[in-house]
């Protein structure tokens, strides 16, 4: 699986050109599927309207399903427990890019557990992840306890006792947001004493900035500001 981690979606032309790099193809002969379910775990985002926005493509600060798809489906985790995996698993082979909103990173964690969407990426070696925010975060080895809202029950995922343990699909964590205008708390000093706590490398990425990650190259791309703090 190749990954645009980001931190506010598709922002700027030079992010644009990035995720049809990943593609290989214009985003005009793209499949997508959209995944909104880390925005039910979050009180700002979900329920209600603005899960609406994300799917519809009406989200221009966030750019993601608004791009121009040729085709654009949504793919909710949480129903995928409950049908048959012949229903949802060959759609998701046959997509081009999996479009993750952001919200809560830890119960978007849990559902793709849940959901087995986990255990079959690492069989989709061509499809792309775009991850908005939360959806970028849930890849890292951890979040921080900064960014901990919703808790999974403790019986249903393993996750090392780490509280703030994410997926680990890639070895680095994620501070997004920086010197963001209505969230007066992501402020460089602050990333830095967030990444202070977390034992692997990190990366604290504005609105303007996202990470891409293919075969098994990380590159950061940016038209903003970011920083990188080594182990």
């Not at 899960?51 to 793919?75: A, H, N, Y």
């Not at 849930?138 to 900064?146: F, K, L, Q, S």
């Not at 249903?156 to 209505?182: K, M, Q, R, Y």
């Not at 007066?184 to 977390?198: D, K, Y």
Request: charged content about 15%.
């Amino acid at each position: 699986m190749k990954l645009l981690l980001t931190s506010a979606g598709i922002k700027n032309a030079s992010i644009r050109n990035a995720l049809v790099d990943l593609l290989g193809k214009p985003i005009s002969e793209s499949n997508a599927l959209c995944i909104p379910t880390a925005m039910y775990g979050h009180p700002w985002v979900g329920p209600g309207d603005k899960v609406w926005s994300f799917i519809s493509g009406r989200e221009p600060r966030t750019p993601m399903c608004e791009l121009g798809w040729k085709s654009l489906g949504v793919l909710e985790l949480t129903a995928l427990p409950s049908i048959d995996e012949a229903l949802w698993v060959p759609k998701v082979r046959e997509t081009d890019v999996l479009l993750v909103a952001g919200g809560d990173a830890l119960y978007l964690c849990h559902w793709m557990r849940q959901s087995g969407l986990l255990h079959l990426l690492p069989s989709l070696n061509n499809t792309v992840w775009v991850g908005l925010s939360a959806g970028s975060m849930a890849m890292t080895p951890r979040i921080g306890e900064d960014f901990v809202g919703w808790k999974p029950p403790v019986s249903s995922d393993s996750t090392g006792g780490t509280i703030d343990a994410a997926l680990g699909l890639v070895d680095f964590s994620i501070f997004p947001h920086l010197d963001h205008a209505e969230l007066p708390t992501n402020t460089m000093a602050n990333a830095e004493r967030w990444a202070a706590g977390i034992s692997v490398p990190c990366y604290t990425i504005d609105d303007e900035t996202a990470i891409k990650v293919s075969n098994g190259t990380v590159e950061v791309v940016s038209e903003g500001h970011w920083r990188h703090f080594p182990t």
